[in-house]
C-alpha cells in the first residue's frame, strides 16, 4: 500500500535557515534524501530551506552558508543587529491579548507590522530574499510556502497554483512584523507565516508520514494558531509523525538574535551534528 510522506520546515531566522541546511545537507550525506517527500511546507526560514530543497540544491546552500555574508543582490540590504527579543515578544503579547480569536489576534500584529518603520524598503527586502531563492519557477513536487495577511489575519498557503512569484510568496513567508516591510501580493499585504505558527505542522495533515522540523519548542497553547504540539495530536489521528526539534548545541548556536549573520556557521555546524545522532532513527522512519 502506497504511504504518502511530508516534511515540514519550520522558521528560525537567519540561524534557522543555517541550522536546517546544515541538518538536510548531512542527511544527504548519510543517504536519507528528504526531497523524496510527496510535500514540502515551509513557513519563514523554512520556506527558504524548502525551496531550496525541492530544487536539489542543500549542497549548494550549505557552501553558500559556510561564506562570508553576501548580500551583492541586494545592495541596501541592513543587518537587524538592533533586534530587541524582549521587545517583539511583549508585541507578539499585547496582540494576542486582545480576543476576538486567532485570526483577529493575527489582525492586531498585521496591523502593527503594517505602521512599522523598517530599516529596508519593499524593493530592497524582496531583493535580499530573491537572492536566497534564484528560482524563476515553483519546483515541479508540492512545496507549500505559508504567510499571513497583515490586514485581516487570514492563513494563506501558496503553491504552484497560486499564480504568485515564488520568490516573493518566500519573501512575504519571512516577513518578520515590525523588523521587515509587508509584502504586496495581488494587492493584499503579507507577513510571516509564523505568525500563525512555528511551524504550521497541521499543513501536512493527511500524509501517512511526516517529519517535522522545528528550531525550538513551541509552547502548548498559542491566540494565534495552532501550535507544534496540537498540530502533532492531529496529524498522529491518521498517520505518523517523526519530530525534530533544535537542540541545546543549537540554541546556544542561534544566540539572542537569531536574525543575525554571524549565526549562520555555528548553526549550520549545529545542525550537521545534529543529524549525525538522529540519522539511524529518521532512516528508519522515513524508509518504513
Excluded at 21 to 26: C, F, V
Excluded at 177 to 197: C, E, L, Q
Excluded at 227 to 246: C, D, H, S
Aim: proline content about 5%; some cysteine; overall charge negative.
Amino acid at each position: 500500500m502506497f504511504e504518502s510522506r511530508a516534511v515540514v520546515l519550520g522558521g528560525g531566522g537567519v540561524a534557522g535557515i543555517a541550522w536546517e541546511i546544515g541538518l538536510l545537507g548531512e542527511l544527504l550525506d548519510q543517504g536519507i534524501d528528504l526531497n523524496e517527500a510527496d510535500l514540502v511546507v515551509g513557513t519563514s526560514a523554512g520556506s527558504v530551506v524548502g525551496a531550496a530543497l525541492r530544487f536539489d540544491q542543500v549542497a549548494a546552500a550549505a557552501a553558500a552558508q559556510q561564506g562570508a555574508a553576501d548580500r551583492t543582490a541586494s545592495p541596501d540590504y541592513q543587518e537587524p543587529d538592533t533586534f530587541d527579543g524582549e521587545r517583539f515578544m511583549n508585541l507578539i503579547g499585547a496582540a494576542g491579548s486582545g480576543g476576538g480569536g486567532e485570526k483577529a489576534a493575527r489582525a492586531r500584529l498585521g496591523q502593527v507590522a503594517l505602521k512599522a518603520d523598517t530599516a529596508l524598503s519593499e524593493d530592497a527586502w524582496v531583493g535580499s530574499i530573491r537572492s536566497l531563492v534564484p528560482y524563476p519557477v515553483w519546483p515541479d513536487r508540492a512545496f507549500g510556502v505559508t504567510a499571513v495577511d497583515a490586514e485581516d489575519g487570514s492563513f494563506r498557503v501558496f503553491d504552484a497554483g497560486s499564480g504568485v512569484d515564488l520568490a516573493l510568496a518566500v519573501t512575504a513567508s519571512c516577513t518578520v512584523p515590525t523588523v521587515w516591510p509587508p509584502v504586496h501580493i495581488d494587492g493584499r499585504v503579507y507577513m510571516d507565516g509564523g505568525m500563525r505558527s512555528g511551524t504550521n505542522a497541521d499543513v501536512a495533515e493527511g500524509n501517512d508520514r511526516i517529519v517535522v522540523i522545528s528550531c525550538g519548542i513551541e509552547a502548548p497553547q498559542s491566540p494565534f494558531g495552532p501550535t507544534l504540539p496540537q498540530a502533532i495530536k492531529t496529524l498522529e489521528k491518521n498517520g505518523q509523525v517523526f519530530l525534530i526539534e533544535a537542540d541545546a548545541y543549537a540554541l546556544q548556536a542561534f544566540g539572542t538574535n537569531m536574525l543575525l549573520d554571524s549565526t549562520r556557521r555555528p548553526s549550520l555546524e549545529a545542525g550537521r551534528r545534529q543529524a549525525k545522532e538522529i540519522a539511524e532513527a529518521l532512516r528508519r522512519f522515513w524508509e518504513g
